[in-house]
Nanobody, 118 residues
Framework: QVQLVESGGGLVEAGGSLRLSCEVSASILGFSAMGWYRQAPGNEREWVATIISDGRTTYADAVTGRFTISRDSAKNTVYLQMRLLIPEDTAVYYC????????????WGQGTQVTVSS
């Protein structure tokens, strides 16, 4: 089956940057969209960013201007470049894939921890 593996998380000071990677065991262009979600302690999983198959991107208000989602189709990898990090960004970050013809993300990675210290 298709597998998504996140990496790049870690501990960073407020104001710093991290780049998360999501390696996919299939062509990312075979999906209608790739996305990033996050879940902080005590909170529900929330949407962060999406890149659709034609390359267009959208972002949650909380990260607009600070985070950038991108892809390398040749490497079947999706990235989340995070800058100007704040403690509220602390969460487990998950990569997800949306199959063509489907309205929701159904394929998920295991997540990578991002901790922003103050």
């Amino acid at each position: 089956q298709v597998q998504l593996v996140e990496s790049g998380g870690g501990l960073v000071e407020a104001g710093g940057s991290l780049r998360l990677s999501c390696e996919v065991s299939a062509s990312i262009l075979g999906f209608s969209a790739m996305g990033w979600y996050r879940q902080a302690p005590g909170n529900e999983r929330e949407w962060v960013a999406t890149i659709i198959s034609d390359g267009r991107t959208t972002y949650a208000d909380a990260v607009t201007g600070r985070f950038t989602i991108s892809r390398d189709s040749a490497k079947n990898t999706v990235y989340l470049q995070m800058r100007l990090l704040i403690p509220e960004d602390t969460a487990v970050y998950y990569c997800a894939a949306r199959r063509r013809g489907r309205s929701s993300y159904e394929v998920w990675g295991q997540g990578t921890q991002v901790t922003v210290s103050s």
